[in-house]
């Protein structure tokens, strides 16, 4: 089993900067790509990154230029730079992981807020 937890949310005025990060507990050797969903207010989760087991990585049109997903193994750990941050941005954002060869986000941390407001 994995568990998943997610740090690093806040309050943030527009334009500012938050780095989140993400710890992979128990058996992290079992874990390939991860990603980093959001649920805005009132709004579906979407897929804001992801990251493979090698670092390649895709971003959802709203994040490119602006957030960079990065990971490291040896920690086991997923990180989620953002910059110039909106108020658009503001949600709860969570931590999700696959097995390795699956296709489905099997573990999910518990999300940490964002809020973007001056």
């Known amino acids: 089993q994995v568990q998943l937890v997610e740090s690093g949310g806040g309050l943030v005025q527009p334009g500012g900067s938050l780095k989140l990060s993400c710890v992979a507990f128990g058996s992290s050797l079992s874990i390939g790509d991860m990603g980093w969903y959001r649920q805005p207010p009132g709004k579906q989760r979407e897929l804001v990154a992801a990251i493979t087991s090698v670092g390649s990585t895709n971003y959802a049109d709203s994040a490119k230029g602006r957030f960079t997903v990065s990971r490291d193994n040896a920690k086991n750990t997923v990180y989620l730079q953002m910059n110039s941050l909106e108020s658009e941005d503001t949600a709860v954002y969570y931590c999700?992981?696959?097995?390795?060869?699956?296709?489905?986000?099997?573990?999910w941390g518990q999300g940490t807020q964002v809020t973007v407001s001056s």
């Open positions: 999700a992981a696959r097995r390795l060869g699956s296709s489905r986000y099997a573990y």
